[in-house]
């Protein structure tokens, strides 16, 4: 199954759907992501925290795949943070996947108290025009950080990867997001499961035929937002790629809009880290 993709403001692609691996244990890692890449993922989401980036470049490499068809992204961790620190930080990953280059490389956290997100951003440039990595972005970051990392470097993240589900839906940021050419990608997509039994996404799942959370995962998609679901059920993971091909009506996608309460799941970027 192909993929589908949305463009980043470097001319580059990230599929819409992939496969994100926290809570992934290390144990299965390798065989989840080789079984996920295998059915049609071509994104994985990985991160130093994780714990799991050893798994991940073996499933890469068990998947069969040639390297360029997969888009392989991790992220900077908090105690990594400036130019050095992140750095290694980088080189460390890449050797535990066993890559000589990331398709993407975010910064997980801006940890604003450290004040050091602006030296670990020119890190990431320096090491994307060395072609360590292709495209950086960034992770949990506001408008107003997003916009200091462009006046202080001139380089705009190609995509914010945010906590964004249905009932911390994240409009103001994501209008943000549109008006700089950046792409919002929504960590947490399905909100751990609580607005499965929400009337509303319950209407919608009886008379499109979907799951709860292909309903949501389809919300994400015709926002025009890229997902990074987790699942370790072959089953899951053949569902949530089916969404690719669903539609929701208009209708459909006021109602979930409404669902809107401003609950976070995650640490308040503003403060953790």
Avoid at 120 to 129: E, P, Q, S, V, Y
Avoid at 151 to 167: F, S
Wanted: charged share 20%; with cysteine.
């Amino acid at each position: 199954m192909r993929n589908a993709v949305l463009t980043l403001s470097d001319s580059k692609t990230v599929p819409k759907m992939g496969f994100g691996l926290w809570q992934v244990r290390g144990g299965q890692t390798a065989d989840v992501t080789a079984q996920a890449l295998q059915l049609g993922y071509r994104l994985v989401d990985g991160a130093a925290i994780y714990g799991n980036e050893v798994g991940m470049g073996e499933g890469i490499r068990a998947s069969g795949l040639p390297r360029d068809q997969i888009f392989v992204t991790t992220k900077v961790w908090n105690d990594a943070q400036g130019f050095d620190a992140a750095r290694r930080a980088v080189d460390e990953s890449l050797a535990r996947l066993g890559l000589d280059r990331l398709d993407l490389c975010l910064i997980h956290w801006p940890c604003p108290h450290k004040d050091l997100f602006v030296d670990t951003w020119r890190a990431l440039i320096a090491l994307r025009d060395e072609g360590r990595i292709t495209s950086i972005g960034v992770s949990n970051f506001d408008a107003g950080q997003i916009d200091r990392l462009t006046d202080e470097t001139g380089v705009t993240p190609v995509l914010n990867q945010i906590e964004l589900h249905p009932r911390f839906q994240q409009t103001a940021l994501r209008a943000a997001h549109a008006a700089r050419g950046i792409i919002t990608q929504s960590w947490t997509p399905l909100g751990q499961g609580r607005s499965f039994e929400h009337p509303v996404i319950d209407r919608i799942a009886r008379t499109t035929g979907l799951s709860p959370a292909q309903v949501i995962l389809r919300w994400h998609l015709q926002l025009g937002l890229s997902v990074i679901p987790r699942s370790t059920r072959k089953a899951g993971l053949i569902q949530n790629l089916a969404t690719l091909g669903a539609q929701l009506t208009d209708e459909d996608m006021s109602a979930i809009a409404g669902l809107d309460a401003g609950d976070r799941i995650g640490p308040d970027p503003a403060t953790f880290g």
